[in-house]
């Protein structure tokens, strides 16, 4: 990808991050959405993050099959019990990367 | 008598001050996230500029790492922007919320506003205005504290990602611990764990039968859908109970 190109794919990715968080400020200011609408959306962020999280702990990049046994995995049970405990999102990412370089390094 | 100008001096100072201690969190958290997208991204073979650019284009956490993993394998620019769109989408929930804090504000600087909306600096500014003594003012300065620290912190990471070699300490896990501690703090009720549930294994499967990276659209769209429907049937035996 030459430097134009990665350009145009900056100035596409930026758009289509920008315009969402645009429209529901200029255009519903005041306004209200109708409730099922806004049950969806409230659901939408629980259900992208695990679509986002689940494949990367339990489905194997080399072969694409399941493995339950990845250290992707194993870190993340503590991960997730420090996230419960302490609710600082810094200190979940810190853990996280050490647990697992620790796991890595074990496995 | 006091002069009306350092009057509003000092109060926006104090604005000001009060913004920024707010997105004091914020600013730290993005820190080691940062550096690691930035290392990741060094890694991938991208310069400091570039990923400095993509920053202050995007402020998008999670986007940029998934982004610079598709570029990592090769996948064209199309499904890329359309994997940004998705990811990107739950800030439409986050910006119509915090709409209803700001009907005074004018289009121009709601647009100023609207690039900063992200889930950290979204999460800080709906707590501090549900609890009141919030405004305009005091939320973009929130936005733009936190967008600093993002784009400061991946261009280090892109400079001192020549030196780290890949993997180390665990910087390859940044991400999926971002989406842990994300995930985590947003089940606060049965229907969002049941949600991210039903997402999480259908994701598992559909990333195993479907190409590329449609299965984080297909799942999510489908469990929130299930969700919706399954909440208002509930509700229609609910009331069919009363009567």
Redesign the interface.
């Given at each position: 990808?030459n430097g134009f190109?990665?350009?145009?794919?900056?100035?596409?990715?930026?758009l289509?991050?920008?315009i969402?968080?645009?429209?529901?400020?200029?255009a519903?200011?005041?306004r209200r959405?109708p409730d099922?609408l806004?049950?969806?959306?409230?659901?939408?962020?629980?259900?992208?993050?695990?679509?986002?999280?689940?494949?990367?702990?339990?489905?194997s990049d080399e072969t694409?099959?399941?493995d339950l046994l990845r250290p992707?995995l194993i870190?993340?049970v503590p991960?997730?019990i420090i996230?419960?405990k302490l609710?600082?999102?810094?200190v979940?990412?810190?853990?996280?990367?050490?647990?697992?370089?620790?796991t890595?390094l074990l496995f | 008598m006091t002069d009306p100008q350092l009057d509003k001096k000092q109060s926006i100072r104090q604005e000001i001050s009060q913004g920024a201690a707010a997105a004091w969190?914020v600013f730290?958290?993005y820190?080691?996230?940062g550096l690691?997208c930035g290392v990741i991204a060094r890694n991938i073979g991208l310069e400091p500029w570039?990923i400095g650019?993509?920053s202050v284009?995007?402020?998008?956490g999670?986007?940029q790492f998934?982004?610079v993993s598709m570029?990592a394998a090769g996948a064209n620019?199309a499904s890329?922007?359309?994997t940004?769109?998705?990811?990107?989408?739950?800030?439409?929930?986050?910006?119509?919320s915090?709409?209803?804090y700001?009907?005074k504000?004018s289009?121009k600087l709601?647009?100023l506003?609207?690039?900063g909306?992200t889930?950290?600096t979204f999460a800080v500014n709906l707590i501090k205005f549900r609890e009141g003594r919030w405004n305009f003012t005091k939320a973009l300065v929130v936005n733009h504290v936190s967008n600093f620290s993002w784009v400061a912190s991946t261009i280090v990471g892109g400079y001192a990602g020549e030196f780290i070699p890949e993997?180390?300490?665990?910087?390859?896990?940044?991400?999926?611990?971002?989406?842990?501690?994300?995930?985590?703090?947003?089940?606060r009720g049965r229907?969002?764990i049941l949600?991210?549930?039903?997402?999480?294994?259908?994701?598992?499967f559909f990333?195993?039968v479907l190409p590329g990276n449609l299965?984080?659209i297909v799942?999510?769209?489908l469990?929130?859908?299930g969700?919706?429907v399954i909440?208002?049937k509930i509700r229609q035996v609910a009331r069919n109970e009363r009567v």
């Open positions: 990808m190109e990665y350009l145009l794919l900056l100035l596409g990715m930026s289509v991050t920008y969402p968080r645009l429209i529901p400020l200029v519903l200011s005041g959405l099922w806004i049950e969806w959306l409230d659901l939408i962020p629980v259900a992208i993050l695990a679509a986002l999280l689940f494949p990367l702990l339990v489905v694409g099959r399941l992707e870190a993340a991960t997730a996230a419960l609710k600082s999102l810094s979940t990412v810190i853990a996280g990367m050490l647990l697992f370089w620790v890595s | 969190p730290l958290g820190i080691p996230l690691a570039q650019l993509m284009l995007l402020f998008a999670s986007a998934i982004a570029l620019p890329i922007i359309i940004t769109f998705a990811v990107n989408l739950r800030h439409f929930l986050m910006s119509s915090l709409s209803v700001l009907g504000v289009k709601l647009s506003f609207a690039y909306v889930d950290e993997g180390a300490f665990g910087i390859d896990y940044a991400l999926v611990a971002m989406f842990i501690g994300l995930l985590v703090m947003q089940l229907k969002y949600t991210a549930l039903c997402s999480g294994i259908m994701a598992v990333s195993i299965y984080i799942s999510s769209m469990a929130a859908t969700g919706v909440l208002k």
